[in-house]
């Protein structure tokens, strides 16, 4: 993983296009290791706006068909209130049950408070008929019941 840190410290450090980023070439451990990279230091908002368009118009990550990504991207996104990743968001998690995916992703968004919140309580209302309710009983646990 030395070669994909190196290219996660360029771009989110250096502050590097997502161009540069060897996407193509790497695979979905690689891919995961890059999007779930963080500074050593905790920082809030430690992505621009500008880094994260760059890196999901450039990577297709509003696009991307593998749910692990696709997690890992909206991690990022919301916990840096990156509002074109809503839609993004609301689409996963009215397509996603997974508990591992969606529990995480709403503990994201009631942390964001209120940006996240008004966000997790709209979706979780759509989304929570679909969820097996061991994923509801989860979740309300965070957001309430809707």
Do not use: C
Not at 12 to 33: E, H, I, M
Not at 65 to 76: D, I, P, R, S
Not at 97 to 111: D, I, S, Y
Not at 119 to 128: E, F, L, M, Q
Request: aromatic share 12%; proline share 8%; charged share 20%.
């Amino acid at each position: 993983f030395e070669a994909v840190d190196a290219a996660a410290s360029a771009f989110y450090v250096a502050k590097g296009p997502a161009s540069a980023v060897p996407w193509k070439d790497w695979n979905t451990q690689q891919r995961l290791r890059f999007l779930s990279w963080r500074p050593p230091v905790s920082l809030d908002n430690w992505l621009t706006p500008a880094q994260m368009a760059d890196l999901e118009s450039t990577l297709k990550l509003d696009s991307e068909g593998n749910a692990e990504l696709t997690f890992a991207w909206l991690q990022a996104a919301l916990a840096n209130r990156y509002e074109p990743a809503v839609a993004t968001a609301d689409r996963f998690l009215t397509s996603q049950g997974r508990r591992k995916f969606v529990l995480p992703l709403f503990q994201t968004l009631w942390a964001e408070g209120d940006w996240g919140r008004p966000i997790a309580t709209r979706i979780y209302a759509k989304a929570r008929p679909l969820y097996h309710p061991v994923t509801s009983n989860s979740v309300d646990q965070v957001v309430g019941r809707p």
